[in-house]
Each structure stands twice: as C-alpha cells, then as structure tokens.
C-alpha cells in the first residue's frame, strides 16, 4: 500500500474523534469515584443512575420534548423544503432560504436569547404562554430542528427524479395526490433520517433549553452540565457509555437496513434493464 | 359578492399560498421576529420588575413617548472586558477553523479518494461522534486534561514529568475542545465538494506533469473553494458564540462573548446588556453568516 499523508491524516484524524469517547466507556467501568485513577472493574455507576430520580425525570421530560419537537419538525421542514424546490421563485423566497440557512449556523446564546424575549413579550401581549417549560422548549427546539430537516430534505428532493411526478400530473392526478402518492414515498428515507437527526439535535441541546425552559421542565442535558460543572463524576461516564451504545447501535442499523435496502434496489434495476 | 369572489381568487387563498404559508410565518414567528424583540430591549433599561426591564414606548395623556436608551451600548463600548471578549472570541474561533481545516481537509480527500465500499463507513464514522452527546464529548477532554487526569497520569507514571503540566482551563484547552467538537461539521461540506470534482482535471495536471503539491495547491483546492468557504463558515460562526467549551474547559481569563452574554443574562439578570452583547455579536456576524447563505444556495441551484 502507497504511503500518503492524507491517509495517516484520516487515520490519526479519527483516533482524535474516538480516543477521549473509548477512554470514557472504559472508565464508566470503573470501581473508583476517583474517575482517572483505574481500581477494578465495576458496574456500580450505572446502578446509581437508576436510583437517580432527578436524573430519570429529566430523560423522560428529553425524550417527551425530541418525540414532538422531530414530528413537528419533520412536517414544516418538509413542507419548506417542498415549496423552496417545487415553486421556484415565488414572492418571498429568498427570506424563506435565509431562515431555513440561518439557523444552522446561529450561535445559540442568540437564538435562546432570542427566543425567550419573543415569549415574554407574547405572554405581555396576548397571555400566552402564561409560563415557560415544555411547550416553550418544544417550540423552540422545533423551529432550529426544522431548518436541519429541511437541509436533509431539500437535497434529496433536488436529486429526485421528478419525471415520475410530471408523468403523475399529466396522468390527472391533483398536486394534492401527487405529493401523497409520488412524492412522499420516494422522499421517505429522507424523512426518517431527517427526524431521527432532529430528535438527537433536540435530546442534545443544552443552551436553549435554559434559556425558554421554566421550572419543572429540566432536560437531561440542564442536569448533565450542572454535575459536569463541578468536575468529572463516575455516573456522568456511565450515563455517556448508555447514550454512545445506543447511538451507535441505532446508526450502524440504519446503515446497514439502508445497504440492504440499495443493494435491493440496484438488483431490481439490473433485473429490469435485463427483461 | 364580486369582492369576496375576487379575494377568494387572489394568491391568499390559493392552495399553494396555504403551503407556502404555514413553514413561513413559523420561521417569521419564532425565527425573525425575535431578533426584532431582542434589538428592541437593546434600547431598554433594566428595572426590578417582572420582565425586568423598562418600556420604550409609553403613552400617557395622550402623549406618546419613545425612550430609546443607547446607553447599554455606550457601556459596551466603554468597558474593556466587552471589547476584549469580542476580539479574543474572533481570535480563538479563527484559529479553531483554521486548525479544523488543516486537519479536515486532508481527512476528507482520504475518504473521497476510498473505494467507494468504503467511503461510506469512513463517512460514518466521522459523523457518528456527533451524533453523541455534545456535552459528554466536551467532558470527556477534563478527564484527560485535568492536573490528575489521563495525560497527566501517563506521563508522570512515565517519569516524563514530575509536577502535572496544567492543561485544563486554559485556551488551549478550549481550542482542542472547539476543534474536536467541530471537526466533523469541517469535513462533510469538503468532502461532498469533493465528491463533484472533475477527475480528468485532476489527471490532466498530473499528466502535464506537476507534482502532487502542485496538483493540491492549483488545482484540487481551489475546485474545492466552495466546500472551503461553507466548512469554515459552519465551524467559525457557532464558535465565535460558543458558550459550552469555554465554561467547561475554559479559565477564568478566557474571555469568550458567548459567555459574557451568558453571565449577564442568568447571573447579573441584566436583559437589556445581554440583548445589546446579542445586537453586536450579530452585526459581526452578519457578513459570515450572509456568505454561507450564498454559498448554500448556489449549491442547492446547482443540484
């Protein structure tokens, strides 16, 4: 094999991204409370966890808010992405491009900031909402998961064929069914991994959630930087042992449902370009 | 009658307009419409009071009165500790993509240039991290940079070192945090450039003879300039309002505006000061933050 610098880059470049997490599953196993000095193996910490009760409350209060704030998400980000790819140019669209680019790359401090001045002002106005916390969480992590689902959607809907809806069209079908019947299914991958990416934006965001949430709605990440604050703790590595297993079970999952799934569909194609 | 007729048939009431609509005035509503707000407290003065901050428009007598109030602006204008935390967030963010690109770049022609099979794990790979907790990646670096942490331990256990070298808390420790935690956000917009790039360009430089240096420097980089610009961009704008990293593996000396803005906010309830940081922090970005625009766009017209 040919020496190149930027193969030992890639290399060395992914030792980076996975030594400091590798080092935290290991020690999560860790008899000590002193969390850098190894003393046996253990599975104590992830006991602990359990009989965290403030701890468990906030994961459901997480896990309540990503479910909703993804769903909803998913339907304005593709409703944004369809009419930015479909109805090119109409009055307005290039300030409908800049909210779904922008939030991509807003420094959250603004956007929490933002958006907790916008429901105080709301609530002045017409009373509403009368107090912060989930819901207030929820509208916020939806409009910054939007802007992501709309990226992901957007390119797939610009790499699709769109011959199978013109022919639909032509065919008589109402725009109406042909979004439901044509153009749904083919971007449907899209869709899932467009929610499963708002889902962990929302599980993961810690600085807008402080800003708009209220009392009796704190998120797993709000209880996470308080303990992490006052320095390393065994629990918090066998909390990040639980959540790097999950997601890496779930991703290499989907890729691998998502090669079959491709792998199937070449063999489909190469069976009718033969017949 | 005809009027009703006539508004029913104007492009309100189409079917199209109601799709259109509904992602619109949600974005309208909770994206644009706030920072309208957040400039409007800018000009308010802080008061004890449920919001604790004062009107700027009154009316009393009949009497309309607009108190616009620069002096949370003049205050940080005049205080050094804002200046310095705006110039050293720029610094800092400037250096961390720089950092990430002269890592990401290479990184990302390595997997473009994989056979396709596996392009598609390493792609992963790279991703996967941030799909993990964003908090617990910063907090596995204070287990390795702390005084008694990891490289500390190794090293002295090594008899390398004799006192612990004090990494924790220090920018340099935030430049590794921003780093590791952006990388993947460098990488994805450079490869997927990557991934269009005319080969036979590539080829014809290297037949005409020039050296793979060459090749790099004048040919596949400046093809890539798009990709450049978009990583950059999506690696230099959060950091510069970072808060997380500089708080966690941060000192007391480094000054980075994210933070401040944090301090004014939950620890001196100052509303109007932490609106006005907001406005500026804003208006540095607001060119950066227009280009990336650009570049996304043109790319999705170009798809």
């Given at each position: 094999?040919?020496?190149?610098?930027?193969?030992?880059?890639?290399?060395?470049?992914?030792?980076?991204?996975?030594?400091?997490?590798?080092i935290?599953?290991?020690?999560?196993?860790?008899?000590?409370?002193?969390?850098?000095?190894?003393?046996?193996?253990?599975?104590?910490?992830?006991?602990?966890?359990?009989?965290?009760?403030?701890?468990?409350?906030?994961?459901?209060?997480?896990?309540?808010?990503?479910?909703?704030?993804?769903?909803?998400?998913?339907?304005?980000?593709?409703l944004?992405?369809?009419?930015l790819?479909?109805?090119k140019?109409?009055?307005?669209?290039?300030?409908?491009r800049?909210m779904?680019?922008?939030?991509?790359?807003?420094?959250e401090?603004?956007?929490g900031?933002?958006?907790?001045?916008?429901?105080?002002?709301?609530?002045?106005?017409?009373?509403?909402?009368?107090?912060?916390?989930m819901?207030?969480?929820?509208?916020?992590?939806?409009?910054f998961?939007?802007?992501?689902?709309?990226?992901?959607?957007g390119?797939r809907?610009?790499?699709?064929?769109?011959?199978?809806?013109?022919?639909?069209?032509?065919?008589?079908?109402?725009?109406?069914?042909?979004?439901?019947?044509i153009?749904?299914?083919?971007?449907?991958?899209?869709?899932?991994?467009?929610?499963?990416?708002?889902?962990?934006?929302?599980?993961?965001?810690?600085?807008?959630?402080?800003?708009?949430?209220?009392?009796?709605?704190?998120?797993?990440?709000?209880?996470?930087?308080?303990?992490?604050?006052?320095?390393?703790?065994?629990?918090?590595n066998?909390?990040?042992t639980?959540?790097?297993?999950?997601v890496?079970?779930?991703?290499?999952?989907?890729?691998?449902?998502?090669?079959?799934?491709?792998?199937?569909?070449?063999?489909?194609?190469?069976?009718?370009?033969?017949? | 009658?005809?009027?009703?007729?006539?508004?029913?048939?104007?492009?309100?009431?189409?079917?199209?307009?109601?799709?259109?609509?509904?992602?619109?005035?949600?974005?309208l509503?909770?994206?644009l419409?706030?920072?309208?707000?957040?400039?409007?407290?800018?000009?308010?003065?802080?008061?004890?009071?449920?919001?604790?901050?004062?009107?700027?428009?009154?009316?009393?007598?009949?009497?309309?009165?607009?108190?616009?109030?620069l002096?949370n602006?003049?205050?940080?204008f005049?205080?050094?500790?804002?200046?310095?935390?705006?110039?050293?967030?720029?610094?800092?963010?400037?250096?961390?993509t720089?950092?990430?690109?002269?890592?990401?770049y290479?990184?990302?022609?390595?997997?473009?240039?994989a056979?396709?099979?596996?392009?598609?794990?390493?792609?992963?790979?790279?991703?996967?991290?941030?799909?993990?907790?964003?908090?617990?990646?910063?907090?596995?670096?204070?287990?390795?940079?702390?005084?008694?942490?990891?490289?500390?331990?190794?090293?002295?256990?090594?008899?390398i070192?004799?006192?612990?070298?004090?990494?924790?808390?220090?920018?340099?420790?935030?430049?590794?945090?921003?780093?590791?935690?952006?990388?993947?956000?460098?990488?994805?917009?450079?490869?997927?450039?990557?991934?269009?790039?005319?080969?036979?360009?590539?080829?014809?430089?290297?037949?005409?003879?020039?050296?793979?240096?060459?090749?790099?420097?004048r040919?596949?980089?400046?093809l890539?300039?798009?990709?450049?610009?978009?990583?950059?961009?999506?690696?230099?704008?959060?950091?510069?309002?970072?808060?997380?990293?500089?708080?966690?593996?941060?000192?007391?000396?480094t000054?980075?505006?994210?933070?401040?803005?944090?301090?004014?906010?939950?620890?001196?309830?100052?509303?109007?000061?932490?609106?006005?940081?907001?406005?500026?922090?804003?208006?540095?970005?607001?060119?950066?933050?227009?280009?990336?625009?650009?570049?996304?766009?043109?790319?999705t017209?170009?798809?």
């Amino acid at each position: 094999m040919r020496f190149s610098f930027s193969k030992m880059m890639l290399w060395l470049g992914l030792a980076f991204l996975y030594a400091p997490m590798l080092i935290l599953v290991i020690y999560s196993f860790n008899e000590s409370r002193l969390v850098t000095v190894w003393a046996g193996f253990s599975t104590k910490w992830y006991g602990a966890l359990l009989d965290n009760q403030k701890l468990l409350d906030a994961v459901a209060n997480s896990l309540k808010i990503a479910f909703f704030s993804a769903t909803a998400a998913v339907i304005l980000g593709t409703l944004a992405a369809f009419v930015l790819a479909r109805f090119k140019g109409f009055k307005g669209s290039t300030l409908l491009r800049g909210m779904i680019t922008a939030p991509l790359v807003m420094p959250e401090v603004i956007t929490g900031l933002s958006l907790l001045l916008l429901f105080v002002a709301m609530a002045q106005l017409v009373g509403w909402p009368g107090s912060r916390g989930m819901t207030t969480i929820w509208l916020a992590h939806t409009t910054f998961c939007t802007a992501y689902v709309a990226v992901v959607v957007g390119s797939r809907l610009t790499e699709m064929d769109m011959s199978v809806e013109e022919a639909a069209q032509d065919l008589g079908a109402t725009p109406f069914k042909v979004f439901f019947t044509i153009t749904l299914p083919m971007i449907a991958p899209a869709l899932v991994s467009g929610w499963l990416l708002a889902f962990t934006l929302s599980l993961d965001d810690l600085v807008i959630a402080s800003f708009v949430s209220g009392p009796g709605s704190t998120t797993l990440p709000m209880v996470v930087f308080s303990s992490v604050r006052l320095g390393v703790s065994p629990e918090i590595n066998a909390l990040a042992t639980i959540i790097i297993g999950i997601v890496t079970s779930l991703v290499f999952a989907s890729w691998y449902y998502a090669r079959r799934v491709e792998k199937a569909r070449l063999r489909d194609q190469r069976a009718l370009s033969q017949s | 009658m005809e009027l009703l007729k006539s508004l029913r048939q104007s492009w309100l009431f189409r079917p199209r307009s109601g799709v259109i609509a509904i992602p619109y005035i949600w974005l309208l509503l909770f994206f644009l419409v706030p920072f309208i707000i957040v400039l409007k407290i800018s000009f308010a003065e802080t008061e004890i009071a449920i919001p604790p901050y004062t009107d700027l428009v009154t009316y009393e007598d009949n009497h309309l009165t607009i108190d616009l109030n620069l002096g949370n602006y003049a205050y940080l204008f005049n205080d050094d500790l804002y200046l310095t935390a705006y110039l050293s967030s720029i610094r800092i963010a400037f250096v961390s993509t720089l950092l990430c690109l002269l890592i990401g770049y290479p990184m990302a022609l390595a997997i473009s240039r994989a056979p396709a099979s596996t392009r598609n794990v390493l792609l992963l790979l790279v991703i996967l991290p941030s799909w993990t907790s964003f908090l617990i990646r910063i907090y596995a670096w204070i287990g390795i940079l702390k005084p008694n942490g990891y490289i500390n331990n190794f090293l002295m256990s090594l008899g390398i070192i004799d006192e612990p070298i004090i990494m924790l808390h220090t920018d340099f420790a935030v430049y590794i945090g921003i780093v590791y935690a952006y990388l993947p956000f460098m990488i994805l917009p450079l490869y997927a450039n990557m991934m269009k790039l005319d080969h036979s360009l590539v080829e014809a430089s290297q037949d005409l003879g020039a050296s793979p240096f060459t090749t790099l420097t004048r040919v596949i980089v400046p093809l890539t300039k798009a990709g450049i610009i978009a990583g950059c961009m999506l690696v230099f704008i959060p950091a510069v309002g970072e808060f997380v990293i500089p708080e966690l593996l941060g000192g007391p000396q480094t000054l980075m505006i994210g933070k401040v803005l944090w301090e004014e906010f939950f620890n001196n309830r100052d509303w109007p000061v932490a609106s006005a940081v907001a406005i500026v922090m804003l208006a540095l970005l607001i060119i950066p933050i227009m280009w990336f625009d650009r570049i996304q766009n043109r790319q999705t017209e170009e798809a």
